[in-house]
């Protein structure tokens, strides 16, 4: 999916941030995978869509990387 002409968003506190929102938006998307622990999620949600981290998101799948010695 090609994404243009991004909404004008201004919800997250970083506004480099906010055109990740914005692709959100655009996209319909449902989720947000980001480390940004600062701003983005601390946002939890957004239009919808869960702001997750990497972590998580690997998690929800089983794709979450084994550690040496585990």
């Not at 989720?31 to 869960?50: F, I």
């Amino acid at each position: 999916m090609t994404v243009t002409d991004l909404p004008h968003v201004t919800a997250c506190a970083d506004p480099w941030d906010n055109y990740l929102l914005a692709m959100i938006v655009a996209g319909r998307g449902d989720h947000l995978v980001t480390d940004d622990k600062r701003d983005l999620l601390s946002m939890v949600r957004y239009e919808g869509a869960r702001i997750i981290a990497v972590r998580d998101f690997l998690a929800m799948f089983g794709r979450l990387p084994r550690h040496e010695g585990a």
